[in-house]
């Protein structure tokens, strides 16, 4: 799958759009009250683990590196307002569309989707591939894409360093059913990888790409979010350093932060505590 550049046309998803990828969850869904994925999906068994947790700074900063994400978060964004509340939000929303009934995954889609119709504006400066003044829209399938990507990658990432790995053909299934969770943004399945192959080939290309470019203002956010320095609870060191770590070396260098040391993290989540030899991390 090639890498949008700056001359494609910018598909938005419409409400209408949405409807449609909609109407293909419903009839792909486990069931009314299973929801869109069941307890014998694969996502289920990954996504409902507290050590998926341990990739979501990663996923925050590779969405960061996206110039319109970036934007977006500058001009309309209480991010750093409420971050507290910001993130209840946030995770609301993806767990009733995962964890949820039909019903509920369906109404956080077009809750989410009328929340995004809102986030749109022009880019301040130039950035990579993008001239400044282009214009940005939260609902445009090249950044729901990215998006989506950073949090099917993170949480595999996270779930493998700590839990024993998914074989591939349970990546292949897991990767399978999150193409469901990506038409909850209106993403339609032609426009996603095909498979597991296809999808790693898709991120390692945008990571290398000038798609992604930290610019000043998002290695500000990326440090003061990592940090935790909106809000009244203390980000530990370790699991800052993992978040960088964890990170392609790219993206890694790009926000500032250090080369990982080559020890182990341990780090609590939900009452559990984790040891994470970062060696076993292969860069992108």
């Given at each position: ?84 509340g910001r993130f209840h939000r946030t ?116 990571v290398q790409s000038d798609a992604l ?72």
């Open positions: 799958m090639s890498v949008p550049t700056s001359h494609d046309i910018v598909q938005v998803v419409s409400a209408d759009s949405l409807e449609c990828e909609l109407n293909r969850v419903r009839a792909a869904a486990a069931g009314s009250l299973a929801g869109i994925f069941g307890p014998r999906s694969v996502t289920w068994q990954v996504d409902r683990e507290a050590a998926i947790f341990l990739g979501a700074g990663r996923a925050l900063l590779l969405q960061l590196a996206h110039p319109w994400v970036a934007a977006a978060i500058e001009q309309h964004s209480t991010t750093f307002a409420d971050p507290i995770f609301s929303v993806v767990f009733s569309m995962v964890f949820g009934s039909l019903d509920q995954s369906l109404t956080a889609a077009r809750r989410l989707h009328r929340r995004h119709a809102e986030i749109n504006g022009r880019l301040p400066s130039a950035a990579g591939r993008f001239p400044a003044g282009s214009r940005y829209y939260a609902n445009a399938i090249p950044a729901l894409q990215w998006v989506h990507a950073t949090l099917v990658e993170s949480a595999l990432l996270a779930y493998d360093l700590v839990l024993p790995p998914l074989t591939l053909e349970e990546r292949e299934r897991y990767y399978s059913e999150n193409r469901l969770f990506a038409a909850l943004f209106g993403i339609p399945d032609e426009c996603l990888p095909r498979n597991w192959t296809a999808f790693s080939a898709y991120t390692t290309a945008m470019i930290v610019t000043d203002q998002a290695r500000i956010f990326g440090h003061r979010l990592i940090a935790g320095t909106d809000t009244w609870l203390p980000v530990s060191a370790s699991y800052q350093a993992l978040t960088a770590a964890l990170l392609p070396p790219r993206i890694r260098e790009a926000f500032g932060f250090p080369p990982p040391a080559p020890r182990a993290y341990r780090l609590e989540a939900d009452q559990c505590t984790y040891v994470i030899d970062v060696s076993v991390i292969a860069p992108t």
